[in-house]
Every structure is written in C-alpha cells, then in structure tokens.
C-alpha cells in the first residue's frame, strides 16, 4: 500500500523526475539522484521502512557462545541488545531501560543479568525486571519474582537464528525467515548448509552511503580496472550481470581452477558436485544480506548505515566443519581472511570517489549499462518502493 505523505516527503528530496527515475527502464534510466545519498532524511526513511520492516543479520551465534554473553547492535536507528539466555536461546531486546531510558549494555560482555547503569534496575536474561533499589522510598528494594509486565520488562525484538546466523526483524511482521531465505536457497540445492562453521569477521568503516556498497558488490563491471586479482581467477568473459528473483538478488561464475581464500585447502561442502566445486555465486537478500558461496565457504558482508556518509560493514565467513578453527587449515584460513580484506580494500576507495560524487550539482543519478547495471538499477528501485510502501 502506497502512502502519500512518504510520497511528497521523498518528492521533496528527489523531485518527481527523480521518483521517475527509479522506475523507468534500464535504457532510459539513471541511477537515484545525490540526496538519496546525502540525506538525512531520505536514511530516516530506508532505516524505518528498508532495516526495521525486513530481516536483518545480527552477527553470528559463535559470537556468543555462552550464557551471559551478549552485544549491541544497532539496526535500522534502532539501539539492540543480543544476548544468549540461560536456556541457550539468542534474544534480541531494544537496548533501553524502562525508567528513564538509558541505553543499558556499551559494549559486549558476559553477565549475569543486565543492570541499568543509571538507577540499577536489574533485568534477568530473559528480559524480566528482577529488582528496583530504592524506587519506592530509601533502602526500599522492589522484587519481581515473574516480572514486572509489559511496561517494566524489557522490550523483545523478533529473533531467528539460520546455520548460526543470526537475524531480526525490529518491526516485527516481516515474512517467516524461511520465507525470506528461500529464493537464495533454491538456487544453492547442492550446498549443506547445516555444516558451515563461524571462522571469525572483519570490520571497516566505509566513508560512503551503504547503497553504494551493495550496487558496486553486484556489478561485475568494475572487476577488470578495480580487482587485477580476482580478474585473474574469473576474467570478464565467465561474468553476466546475475539477476533478481522476488528480493534476493543472485549472481556467480564458474572458474577454472582454485585458488587460496577461494576453494584451495580448505575442504569443500560435503557432497558438493564437480560443477559446484568450481563455481561462486553471490547473493543480496534484500536489503542488507551479502552472502558469497564458494566450494569452501559461505562469508556474509553486513552493512549498517551510520550516517547518509557512512556506513559499518561486517564480513563474516564461515567455513566447512573444523576448517573454522582447527589448527590443520591455520594458513589456507589465514589466506582466505588476507584475499577478503585485501578485496575490500580495494573497493573502499572507489566507494569514497562516489560518495564524494554525488556532492556534484551537475550528477543527475548517471547512465547505466543495460549489459551489466540492470539489477543495480532494480536496487535503487526496491530501495524506493519499500520507502514508499505503509506496510
Ligand atoms: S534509567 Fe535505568 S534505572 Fe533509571
Ligand atoms: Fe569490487
């Protein structure tokens, strides 16, 4: 359903060619115009309607490994906390405390039991307000054996949890999990995913709009001037521009031979076909959900938008059974870590160049290639319509 104040408010910022734009075909149309890149706004609007209504990966479950173990995260604008409770399970709760609204965990840690840092109201893992000193007079201690209700507990936020990765939905009502995964998972029949493994993750800080991250991860395009290596091990000839199927963008190749932080020395999916053994493929399920399958892993590339300017990305990569930690595969994990940091490297520059572009009044948005900018035109497309969808 459309809404028609979302409506003027992004007319406002992008005019109503800009609008146009977005959903004009390939042939005639340019990428979306500067302030969908700049503004403040326009992010309000992608973090309520792109990151709050949809699921979101919220790092894995490796990264919590205990009872007591748990981390903040912010998802769509939205302070979280993640947590593994005392009966192994992952909850995820608005990071905020239900007196007077303190933001409640900084930084990850193990715990017993959540304590505000302002008052100390104490909440148990499983969100349930246990005590209150001194709320209801001097050396008054408040015991809540069940609880204390819907307005003193903590605030649940949907969680799912898929091969150790975990997920949530901040508004609440976006499609089951299974549903969302399944376009990716119909193209990957062959892959068992219930046996990757988390290896560990990397971080960077992107100076750039977190659109821009994913329209440059779809397009093969800028491999032959950006990427000499990786050019190397799939030249522009095995590339096509992939493809969107309902909200999951997908793309691969099929290369010759493999090579270190792609498919060498590290052992292969159980069962994997000779055809898979060579191959990679990539995924977008929108809006944030970067996976990128090779015979030897499954690495996730997670964005989370600061600022209209910058953008926190996580790449996680998950390897098959004890390649994720045993010392026997040290080196060919090693080198899989060393090729994704130094890949992404060097896109971060180019990232900043088009950032800094789109400060240009004379950019309108560009001329796309219909050969491999399709599904890059489609991005900004599904971008707006979920801007301007009231459900
Ligand atoms: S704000 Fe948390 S206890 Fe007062
Ligand atoms: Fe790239």
């Not at 489609?378 to 319509?385: A, D, L, N, P, T």
Request: proline residues 6%.
């Amino acid at each position: 359903m459309s809404d028609s104040n979302t409506r003027a408010q992004i007319v406002d910022l992008i005019g109503e060619e800009g609008l146009a734009q977005a959903f004009a075909p390939i042939e005639e149309a340019s990428g979306l115009p500067n302030a969908a890149y700049w503004s403040e706004q326009w992010l309000a609007l992608e973090q309520e309607r792109c990151f709050r209504r949809s699921w979101v990966f919220a790092g894995a479950v490796a990264q919590l490994p205990k009872t007591g173990d748990m981390k903040p995260i912010e998802i769509g604008g939205a302070p979280l906390i993640i947590l593994r409770d005392r009966a192994g399970r992952i909850r995820a709760f608005h990071n905020v405390c239900r007196h007077r609204g303190a933001q409640l965990v900084t930084d990850a840690c193990k715990k017993p039991a959540i304590t505000c840092p302002y008052h100390a109201w104490t909440y148990a893992l499983d969100g349930k307000l246990q005590t209150r000193p001194h709320f209801s007079g001097p050396d008054v201690m408040d015991r809540f054996e069940n609880g204390g209700g819907d307005k003193l507990d903590l605030m649940p936020v949907r969680t799912e949890t898929w091969n150790g990765c975990i997920f949530v939905n901040v508004s609440g009502d976006a499609e089951p999990i299974a549903d969302w995964l399944a376009p990716m998972l119909a193209r990957t029949p062959g892959y068992d995913f219930s046996s990757i493994r988390w290896a560990g993750k990397l971080d960077f800080e992107v100076n750039a709009n977190w659109k821009l991250i994913y329209e440059n991860y779809m397009e093969g395009y800028h491999v032959f001037s950006i990427h000499k290596k990786l050019l190397k091990f799939a030249p522009m000839s095995v590339r096509w521009s992939g493809e969107w199927d309902s909200h999951v963008f997908y793309n691969d190749y099929v290369f010759p031979t493999l090579e270190a932080g792609r498919g060498e020395g590290l052992p292969h999916y159980p069962g994997l076909s000779d055809r898979d053994a060579k191959r990679g493929l990539w995924f977008l399920c929108f809006p944030h959900f970067a996976a990128e399958v090779f015979p030897d892993q499954f690495t996730v590339l997670a964005s989370y938008p600061i600022a209209p300017d910058k953008t926190r990305e996580e790449l996680h990569v998950f390897l098959i059974g004890d390649a994720a930690d045993s010392d026997e595969f040290g080196a060919p994990r090693t080198a899989t870590f060393d090729m994704w940091e130094s890949l992404n490297h060097e896109d971060l520059g180019v990232l900043e160049l088009l950032q800094q572009g789109r400060k240009s009044p004379a950019f309108d948005g560009g001329r796309l290639s219909p050969h491999w900018e399709g599904p890059t035109h489609e991005f900004g497309r599904r971008v707006v319509e979920r801007m301007l969808s009231s459900t």
